[in-house]
């Protein structure tokens, strides 16, 4: 089983308003990847937990709020978010942070900003 | 310099045809190696991994990794239009982060 399970699967929220997505895997995995995508270009990484701790945040502005309650769950939380964040925000997890690991994408978040 | 490199096609290939995908990257010291597809408006889903020099082949895919040339490619053979897609080649690099580096993206058409 490799399966990453994101939800909710399409989001549209305001300007001022506060949501959250939630991203799970019962694979043992204990790296989680938090990616955003936008049409036509690669994934491109936002934040990286290994062990629940956070590792890497790739200079995201602070309205996107990274959580990793256990090591199953990873959320993301959405304050202020402006139209041009409206993007695929796809979560991942890997066996660990190390070289030569795998990820396992989930099936993303649509979310759009209006 | 991109870190990774893709050219962003569309390649088309006839149907029962071989298509070939390329990758480079910067990064001399990366160590695995990833080839994802993705369909339009779907997560991109893993295919094959690769972490050492040679060829590696799962079914209808070949990965092979050529680290002094600094190029990965995939292969799939008998391309059905299922195959079309975009693949998406990604690199784990070294200095200690092991971050996944995507490139742009192939976009593969298999013609009926």
């Known amino acids: 089983d490799t399966e990453v399970t994101q939800t909710p699967k399409h989001l549209v929220m305001g300007m001022t308003n506060k949501k959250s997505l939630k991203c799970e895997q019962h694979?043992?995995?204990?790296?989680m990847y938090w990616y955003k995508q936008k049409a036509k270009k690669p994934p491109e990484l936002m934040f990286v937990y290994s062990y629940e701790k956070l590792s890497i945040n790739e200079s995201v502005p602070s309205r996107f709020s990274p959580e990793c309650p256990n090591s199953s769950l990873l959320n993301l939380h959405l304050h202020a978010l402006q139209p041009e964040d409206s993007a695929l925000y796809l979560c991942?997890?890997?066996?660990?942070?190390?070289?030569?690991?795998?990820?396992?994408f989930g099936q993303g978040t649509r979310l759009t900003v209006v | 310099q991109k870190e990774v490199e893709q050219n962003s096609g569309p390649l088309s290939v006839p149907e029962g045809a071989i298509a070939s995908l390329n990758c480079t990257y910067s990064?001399?010291?990366?160590?695995?190696f990833f080839w994802y597809r993705q369909y339009s408006g779907k997560s991109p889903e893993l295919i094959m991994f690769i972490y050492s020099n040679g060829d590696k082949e799962d079914g209808r895919f070949t990965a092979q990794l050529n680290k002094a040339s600094q190029y990965v490619s995939l292969l799939i053979r008998d391309s059905q239009p299922s195959d079309s897609a975009t693949y998406l080649c990604?690199?784990?690099?070294?200095?200690?982060?092991?971050?996944?580096?995507f490139g742009t993206g192939t976009r593969l058409k298999v013609l009926a």
């Open positions: 990604a690199v784990k690099g070294t200095s200690g982060t092991y971050k996944y580096i």
């Open positions: 990064d001399r010291g990366s160590q695995s």
């Open positions: 694979m043992g995995h204990r790296a």
């Open positions: 991942a997890s890997s066996n660990r942070q190390g070289a030569n690991t795998e990820a396992f």
